[in-house]
C-alpha cells in the first residue's frame, strides 16, 4: 500500500521540490498551501504522515500539530522549521510533533527522518485499525469518527474490531456469533442485529455515511 504524505509548505518552489524528491521514492503527496487547508486536509484525508512548515499563513504548523493532537490524531508529524533555538525547538515537540528539521536542510536528511517516523508508526500500528473517518485503537480502547469520540460498551468494541479486522469481507452471522460471543453461546441469535443497531447509531451519530452494511441472508460487511 502506498504511504500518503501531507506536505503544507506556502514556499511553493521548496514544495514542489519536496514533492517530486518524496515522489521517487514512491510516496504519493498531497501539497497545502496555508494552514487551515492544510488541517482540513489532514483532518479528512487521514495521511499516513504529515511534513509541516512552521510559518504558514493563515495559521501555524505548531498550531496545526497542536489541533490534531487535541481530537486524537497520533499520524507523525515533522516540522519544517527555520526557528534553531532551543525554546523554539521545544515549543514544537511539546505541541505534539514527532520530529523536526533545520531549514536549510539536505533532502537526504528529511527523507531519513521520513523513513524513521514511518519505521516507528509502522511498529505500532497492530493497535490501530482505520477505515475510512472510522479508527480503533486496541490498546486504549479508544474509538473516533472524524474527529468525534465514540463510546462504546465491551461488546461492541469486539465487534467493530472483528469487523475491522476484516474490512470489505462479507462477515456470516455464524462466525461472528463464534468469535465475538464465543462458541458456547447459548443465547438470542438476534443479539447480532441488535449490537449492529446499536453500533450504527453510535457511528452515524451526526448523520455520518453508514460503514456497516447488512447483506441478507448471509451477515455483515464494513464498506463505503
Keep these: 500500500m502506498t504511504v500518503q504524505i501531507l506536505l503544507v509548505e506556502d514556499e511553493v518552489k521548496l514544495a514542489r521540490f519536496i514533492e517530486l524528491e518524496l515522489t521517487c521514492e514512491g510516496y504519493q503527496v498531497t501539497i497545502a498551501n496555508d494552514g487551515l487547508t492544510g488541517l482540513t486536509t489532514a483532518r479528512e484525508s487521514h495521511p499516513d504522515l504529515l511534513i509541516l ?3 504558514l499563513p493563515g495559521m501555524s504548523g505548531v498550531e496545526i500539530c497542536r489541533r490534531l493532537r487535541s481530537t486524537g490524531v497520533q ?7 527555520a526557528k534553531d ?12 510533533a514527532d520530529d523536526y528539521v533545520v531549514k536549510p ?10 523513513r524513521a517516523n514511518l519505521r516507528r508508526t509502522q511498529e505500532t500500528d497492530a493497535d490501530i485499525l482505520v477505515f475510512d473517518d472510522l479508527q480503533l485503537n486496541r490498546a486504549t480502547r479508544e474509538v473516533y469518527r472524524g474527529d468525534r469520540a465514540i ?4 461488546k461492541e468494541f469486539d465487534l467493530l474490531e472483528y469487523l475491522l479486522t476484516n474490512p470489505r469481507q462479507v462477515i456470516t452471522r455464524d462466525r461472528i456469533l463464534e468469535t465475538v460471543w464465543g462458541y458456547d453461546f447459548m443465547g438470542d441469535s438476534n443479539i447480532i ?3 449492529i443497531r446499536y453500533l450504527r447509531l453510535k457511528l ?3 448523520n455520518e455515511k453508514r ?7 448471509v451477515g455483515y460487511v464494513l464498506r463505503d
Design 193 to 195: 442485529e441488535v449490537y
Design 211 to 217: 460503514l456497516i452494511q447488512t447483506v441478507r441472508g
Design 75 to 81: 499520524v507523525p508529524i515533522i516540522l519544517l522549521t
Design 53 to 55: 512548515d512552521w510559518m
Design 105 to 114: 536542510f539536505s533532502v537526504e536528511e528529511l527523507l531519513a527522518r521520513v
Design 151 to 154: 463510546e462504546l460498551t465491551a
Design 85 to 96: 533555538e532551543v525554546g523554539d525547538r521545544v515549543a514544537g515537540l511539546d505541541a505534539g
Design 204 to 206: 452515524e451519530a451526526n
